[in-house]
């Protein structure tokens, strides 16, 4: 399990998505993706997000990222094994660049 923030407006960091439980470990070089599965009920933030480059964190690791899809799935991950009846999504985060961490005080 891990957990997806966002910097919006160069703000602190806001939880988006937890748990996200992710299908390998994160690459971090440009034009990697990050691929993982989530419950529906807690992607409602991810759904705004479609498409668009954002400062993202996973795990407090930052990096600026583009949610490129968010698609009904059926789970493969063990971590789900015992939540299968509820709704799926298999998300894809494509590395932007390593972003620096977030330092604006607020």
């Keep these: ?9 160069a703000g602190p960091l806001v939880v988006c998505a937890n748990p ?18 989530v419950l529906e009920p807690d992607a409602q933030h991810l759904r705004t997000l479609l498409g668009t480059v954002q400062e993202y964190a996973l795990d407090g690791k930052p990096f600026r990222g583009r949610l490129a899809s968010l698609e009904p799935c059926e789970s493969s991950h063990q971590g789900l094994r015992l939540l299968r009846n509820q709704a799926p999504l298999r998300g894809v985060l494509t590395i932007v660049s390593r972003a620096q961490p977030n330092t604006a005080q607020h």
Excluded: R, Y
């Design 1 to 9: 399990m891990a957990c997806l923030s966002i910097s919006e407006d």
């Design 20 to 37: 996200i439980f992710l299908l390998s470990p994160p690459q971090w070089s440009e034009g990697a993706e990050i691929v993982f599965e």
